[in-house]
């Protein structure tokens, strides 16, 4: 695979908010771990990096994520972390994520990095209007896991069709990414239940 060159892009949010995100494969636990730690800390503004129009709308979600181009895909995520940006509610001084933009960024890696040069660019120019996680945690759990998991949530598994190439590659970018020096974390998941995963989560935050 194509070598990239990652950059570092400082957040640019205030440094009141504190913004984390969750990150990992269809199955990895995301959206459970969001509701546990959403039912314990009202505190926390707790949602997609996209409106959520983004995922209820299937015609448009099935579009983008297997017929459009990458690139295509890509910026039309990214457009739905600036809408977020812009509509953030001020009553939160913490955000936390079910998957970041980090997330449309793994899966251009993982279908077609020759696009990553034009992505880091678009990032670059839009920091500004979108949230950069102050940390980023990955749910790290095997291909085998998240298939087993992602099963059971969705009939013919209609959005879960990584092979295990590219969610190896997934897996790839984040390791990527923490390299160069971007705050990533990484909880296995395999083999633990959610009160572990939960545990394990808090004990990462910084607060």
């Known amino acids: 695979m194509q070598k990239i060159d990652i950059p570092y892009i ?12 969750i990150e990992g494969c269809n199955g990895a636990g995301k959206t459970t771990l969001l509701n546990r730690y959403k039912k314990d800390h009202l505190d926390t503004e707790c949602r997609l990096c996209v409106p959520d129009i983004y995922q209820t709308s299937k015609d448009i979600k099935r579009f983008m994520l297997f017929e459009s181009s990458q690139l295509c895909s890509a910026l039309y995520y990214l457009g739905g972390a600036v809408e977020v940006f812009h509509n953030h509610n001020n009553k939160y001084s913490k955000i936390l994520f079910d998957r970041s933009l980090w997330s449309t960024f793994a899966a251009a890696y993982a279908r077609d990095c020759t696009i990553m040069p034009i992505l880091f660019d678009s990032l670059k120019a839009i920091r500004n209007h979108v949230f950069l996680p102050n940390l980023i945690v990955v749910l790290d759990a095997s291909f085998e896991t998240c298939k087993a998991r992602s099963s059971k949530k969705l009939v013919g598994g209609e959005f879960d069709n990584d092979e295990k190439d590219a969610f190896l590659r997934k897996r790839e970018f984040y390791s990527l990414v923490t390299e160069v020096g971007y705050p990533v974390s990484f909880i296995d998941v395999n083999n633990k239940d959610a009160e572990d995963v939960y545990s394990e989560f808090l004990s990462i935050l910084p607060f």
């Open 10 to 21: 400082q957040p640019s949010h205030s440094k009141e908010i504190f913004v984390f995100s």
